[in-house]
């Protein structure tokens, strides 16, 4: 029975049992990274034993274009592209760079636009035109009724002070990675956003671990932002989609639910947010 369930999973199958019972989805991954030149397709085969479906690929900039088209084509069924400037990635060209993102918006089907937002960790210099490119592709999304994935790093205060002019809008999505306190993580359920939780729920210093268990599942969805930010026991190496199993391990612990719980639960949560 469950060998005939396996087969049907088509040409990227499934080969571990266990884990086929059960539906993970990674809902931030970089599948094209150059991380991943030598050994993508055999790193796309773990992630599908360990029982990680659905990836969802957000956008850096033109450069990468191509090579999440080629990813999409590769695995129509399991990969779904995000479209969008990453805030690092916002330099002297970024009025381009959105032109590209635009255009490219209107030719794909993709089901995000993302990652976008603030990040004033390496570079404040480009403050007020990060601030301007997320505005206008919150506009976009909200002008094609797909949600938005954020990247947030040393800005928290600026990125609310964005989202709070649109409240009251159709605008959501997910808070990618989100590293904040308590106060931040309902400050962001509140503006419809998901909270993204990867591999730093389970460092020792991570910190969120220990007020997650005051936040809904419901409002929860799992990531693994791979090749960065790998979860213990493989936190300092290269991440991949496969330890996404390592997140919910933690969680599951978190919630005292039990692993297929978390799968199942966050699952229907992404589905909730892409419509997917």
């Known amino acids: 029975m469950h060998h005939k369930l396996l087969l049907k999973k088509g040409?990227?199958?499934?080969?571990?049992?266990?884990?086929?019972?059960?539906?993970?989805?990674?809902?931030?991954t970089h599948l094209y990274s150059e991380a991943f030149d030598e050994d993508q397709e055999a790193m796309i085969q773990r992630a599908l034993d360990a029982?990680?479906?659905?990836?969802?690929?957000?956008?850096?900039?033109?450069?990468?274009?191509?090579?999440?088209?080629?990813?999409?084509?590769?695995?129509?069924?399991?990969?779904?592209?995000?479209?969008?400037?990453?805030?690092?990635?916002v330099k002297e060209n970024y009025k381009e760079e959105l032109a590209h993102a635009a255009e490219m918006l209107q030719k794909e089907p993709y089901v995000a636009v993302g990652e976008i937002g603030m990040d004033l960790y390496w570079d404040k210099s480009f403050k007020s035109q990060q601030q301007e490119a997320f505005h206008t592709q919150i506009q976009w999304s909200i002008d094609k009724k797909l949600p938005i994935a954020i990247h947030c790093r040393?800005?928290?205060?600026?990125?609310?002070?964005?989202l709070d002019d649109y409240q009251g809008t159709a605008l959501h999505g997910i808070f990618h990675c989100f590293t904040g306190n308590l106060e931040q993580a309902q400050r962001a359920i509140d503006l419809k956003m998901k909270l993204g939780i990867g591999?730093?729920?389970?460092?020792?210093?991570?910190?969120?671990?220990?007020?997650?268990?005051?936040?809904p599942l419901s409002e929860i969805v799992l990531e693994t932002d791979a090749p960065y930010l790998a979860p213990v026991p493989y936190r300092g190496k290269r991440n991949e989609s496969a330890y996404l199993i390592q997140?919910?391990?933690?969680?599951?612990?978190?919630?005292?639910?039990?692993?297929?719980?978390?799968?199942?639960?966050?699952?229907?949560?992404?589905?909730?947010?892409?419509?997917?």
């Open 11 to 28: 040409k990227h199958a499934c080969f571990n049992p266990y884990f086929c019972l059960m539906i993970l989805t990674d809902t931030h």
């Open 51 to 89: 029982g990680v479906e659905r990836f969802f690929v957000p956008a850096i900039d033109a450069s990468y274009t191509d090579a999440m088209l080629s990813l999409k084509k590769k695995y129509p069924a399991q990969v779904h592209l995000m479209c969008g400037l990453h805030p690092t990635h």
């Open 154 to 162: 040393e800005a928290f205060d600026e990125v609310f002070e964005v």
């Open 199 to 215: 591999g730093v729920v389970t460092f020792k210093n991570g910190k969120i671990d220990q007020f997650l268990d005051q936040i």
């Open 247 to 276: 997140v919910a391990k933690k969680l599951a612990s978190i919630y005292n639910k039990d692993l297929k719980e978390i799968a199942e639960i966050t699952t229907l949560n992404s589905r909730q947010v892409f419509g997917i």
